[in-house]
Structure formats: C-alpha cells, structure tokens
C-alpha cells in the first residue's frame, strides 16, 4: 500500500542528492571558468610580449628563430592546458556522480531483492 510518509523521505532524499550534486557542478564550472580565463590572459600576454620582442629584432634570421620558439610554447602551454581543463572536466563527472552512487547501489539491491523472491 502507499505511505506518503516514505513518499515525502524518498523525495526529500532525491532532492538532497540532486542539490549536493548540483552544487559540486557549480563549484567545479568555477573553477574551469577560471582556469580558462587565467590561461587566456596569460596567453593574451605573451602574445604581447613577443609582439614587443619580434619588432626589435634586426635580422630575419632572429625573427624566425624567436617565431618557431614563440610557436613551440604556444603548442606546448596549449596542449599542457588542455589536458589539465580535460581532467577537471573528468573530476567533476566523477565527483556530480558520488552523490547518486548511494541510491543507485540501493535500488539495485531491493531490485535484485525483489526478483530473487520473486523467482
């Protein structure tokens, strides 16, 4: 029979677990969002700075040579961001999914319960 009382439990125990979900997404958004301003104003300034340094140079050979070192960087700070934004995004998957892994584990178990009794 319905218990409104085990109702009202389960559904306050969803929302809780979606809140603290919720929370950590947005906490962890954050902290993206600022990993990725931070890079590109670090990027922004570089890029200035060699402006600044490629127009002092005197000769084409130095311009080259200071363009593929300037490029390099740029490649490897790029490929080194992108794979520290990449497993950001990874720990919040993991860390949006430990609040449901409670739940989840205890519906199974009164699923396997109930199949096992019914069998």
Request: charged share 25%.
């Amino acid at each position: 029979m319905f218990n409104f009382e085990d109702a009202n439990k389960k559904s306050k125990e969803s929302i809780d677990t979606m809140l603290k979900s919720y929370a950590t997404l947005t906490k962890a958004f954050q902290a993206i969002a600022t990993e990725a301003a931070d890079y590109s104003k670090k990027s922004f300034e570089d890029s200035v700075a060699h402006l600044e340094k490629i127009t002092t140079v005197k000769s084409v050979e130095a311009a080259f040579e200071l363009q593929t070192n300037y490029l390099k960087s740029v490649y490897e700070n790029y490929v080194a961001e992108a794979s520290k934004i990449g497993e950001m995004y990874a720990d919040l998957a993991k860390d949006a999914y430990k609040p449901y892994e409670a739940p989840i584990a205890k519906a199974t178990a009164a699923v396997k319960s109930t199949t096992a009794a019914a069998a």
